[in-house]
């Protein structure tokens, strides 16, 4: 059974910091891309960030361009989410995803963890 538990949400003020942290079980990491979604309040859930397998290529919404960066660490089962210069629209639920054949946003993902609330305020 595929496990993604994502940790490293909170509460911050304009313009801090938080990193996300998101660790797989029940896989072979190193054969999924990984992306990190987030869902506001009453809006759908969007693409955030995403990693390949390797790490060797990453792709941002342009919201957060800039300003995130998304890694990862194969020997850990681990991809993180490094959030700087947060805005108050960056408040969302923040889930990491599995795709397995492709990596990006239009990519199939297949398995989701719960979320981890990240709220910035003004």
């Known amino acids: 059974q595929v496990l993604l538990a994502e940790s490293g949400g909170g509460l911050v003020q304009a313009g801090g910091s938080l990193r996300l942290s998101c660790v797989a079980s029940g896989l072979t990491f190193r054969n999924y891309a990984m992306g990190w979604f987030r869902q506001a309040p009453r809006k759908e859930r969007e693409f955030a960030a995403a990693i390949d397998w390797v790490g060797r290529n990453t792709y941002y919404v342009d919201s957060v361009k800039g300003r995130f960066t998304i890694s990862r660490d194969n020997a850990k089962n681990t991809v993180y989410l490094q959030m700087n210069s947060l805005k108050p629209e960056d408040t969302a639920v923040y889930y990491c995803?599995?795709?397995?054949?492709?990596w990006g946003p239009g990519a199939r993902y297949d398995s989701w963890g719960q979320g981890t609330q990240v709220t910035v305020s003004s």
């Open positions: 995803a599995a795709a397995v054949t492709e």
